[in-house]
């Protein structure tokens, strides 16, 4: 009797502790995306005035973004979601902590910050999924909280919740791109942090649709022939995408180890010039996330035929570069301009294309058919199109895995693991498994 005082105290404490990396979480999202959106704003108005400008500062912008990342930031590189999958699934130790620290929050929202204010096409959600879940990794440690894996997929779903305002896309996302299963003893650590982070997200900027409102709907036989035409071409199209960065990138690493002073500098500077060429030729268009553009086509308005060549060339080549920056808004906006340019003209047909374009090619990309229809219809406020949208993204897996059998979030998160010297029997693994499920 005399511990429960102490007990009780030491449970609210751990609560109050939880609760505050929550809204911690929420707030640097908030400031995140801010930032992004600043040097976004900053690239394109250097860009306007001299046209030349990202020929010089394109391609110096990814050689130091790179270099950063890979010598003084290891870790840092790429999305930043495959590194919070293998945090995941590494032991507790040093490893772990070194993918998710306070010294790699700052690191990779800076990076990515100045990628993009170099005009990379590039998006924050996915490194907001690492911050967030590094974020309650250390809560956890600082106030001895066992599950730590329960709490890196609670911070990964708050940082796709508050960065997207769509928090069912973020418990989503967390049952079927982080765990690839539903643990039952995560669920609510997961569920109280997408709540806190959303609501801090929904104080600071208020509610909104991340892509507009869209309230077109598929009608008659056509209207269906579309739903397969994009999903499925969506699909191959994003299937393609990852099975190039995934190959691209393993050539690269092995290209780059042969003179890592010299190619480690001159690779990602060739990629930054190709982006910057890219970008010049299309207008401007493939520079950045893509938003404005994506935007505009789910409200009806259908971009130039370029945009989403421009912009699926831009954001590969930027995904094998090694620079930090995540793929989500970049294949949105691909997926967007790719729909409305089948739909073939603007207005209502223009918008149902765009969504229907984003279902399927995001779905080809991440392999997540769940979390790509409810992303997209929670980003859009789009009620009449559930079936079209869960459809096209079904198409969107199938046609994927012709072109590309491996999840790519997966087979990156490999490239952060430190190799097994041996095979631990599973009867041997599961104690210590069973002791980071420990409930809060």
């Known amino acids: 009797m005399r511990r429960l005082p102490h007990l009780a105290g030491r449970f609210w404490r751990r609560r109050a502790a939880f609760w505050g990396g ?38 110096l912008g990814y050689a130091f973004c790179a270099w950063a990342a890979a010598r003084v930031f290891p870790g840092s590189q790429g999305s930043g979601i495959p590194q919070a999958i293998a945090a995941r699934e590494i032991p507790r130790g040093m490893a772990r902590r070194r993918l998710l620290s306070v010294r790699m929050c700052f690191a990779k929202i800076g990076l990515t910050v100045v990628a993009l204010m170099c005009g990379a096409s590039v998006g924050r959600e996915g490194p907001t999924v690492q911050v967030g879940a590094a974020i309650m990794l250390q809560v956890a440690r600082l106030r001895g909280l066992q599950n730590e894996r329960g709490l890196i997929l609670a911070g990964s779903a708050a940082g796709i919740a508050a960065a997207f305002n769509a928090p069912l896309a973020g418990v989503v996302f967390a049952i079927e791109e982080m765990s690839r299963s539903f643990e039952v003893k995560t ?21 909104y649709t991340y892509f507009g409102t869209s309230n ?42 042969v003179n890592a002073r010299v190619r480690g500098l001159a690779y990602p500077a060739v990629c930054g010039l190709l982006v910057a060429i890219l970008g010049i030729l299309s207008h401007g268009s493939s520079f950045g996330t893509g938003y404005a553009t994506a935007k505009a086509a789910v409200e009806g308005v259908t971009p130039h035929w370029y945009f989403w060549p421009a912009k699926f060339l831009a954001t590969l080549i930027t995904a094998v570069s090694g620079i930090p920056g995540g793929i989500f808004a970049p294949s949105l906006s691909v997926g967007a301009g790719l729909g409305a340019w089948i739909a073939g003209e603007g207005g209502r047909a223009a918008s149902v294309g765009a969504l229907l374009g984003m279902a399927g090619y995001f779905s080809g990309v991440v392999q997540a058919p769940m979390t790509a229809f409810v992303i997209i219809l929670e980003m859009t406020g789009n ?17 994927s895995k012709l072109v590309c059998p491996r999840p790519l979030y997966h087979e990156l998160a490999h490239g952060f693991m430190p190799p097994r010297r041996t095979a631990m029997p599973v009867a041997l693994r599961e104690p210590g498994h069973k002791a980071e499920e420990k409930e809060l």
Request: charged share 5%; aromatic share 8%.
């Open 187 to 207: 669920n609510g650590i997961v569920l109280t942090t997408v709540i806190i982070g959303g609501l801090v997200s929904l104080g600071l900027t208020g509610n």
């Open 22 to 59: 929550a809204l911690l979480v929420g707030a640097v999202s908030v400031l995140f995306a801010r930032a992004a959106d600043g040097a976004e704003h900053l690239f394109f108005h250097y860009d306007s005035r001299v046209w030349l400008a990202p020929l010089l500062v394109t391609p």
């Open 216 to 257: 077109a709907a598929i009608q008659g036989l056509g209207g269906w022939g579309m739903v397969v035409l994009c999903g499925s071409a969506g699909g191959l199209l994003g299937g393609l995408f990852s099975r190039l960065m995934m190959d691209i990138g393993l050539w690269a690493k092995s290209w780059i180890a």
């Open 383 to 399: 009620t009449g199109s559930v079936i079209a949208v869960m459809l096209a993204s079904m198409l969107g897996l199938g046609t």
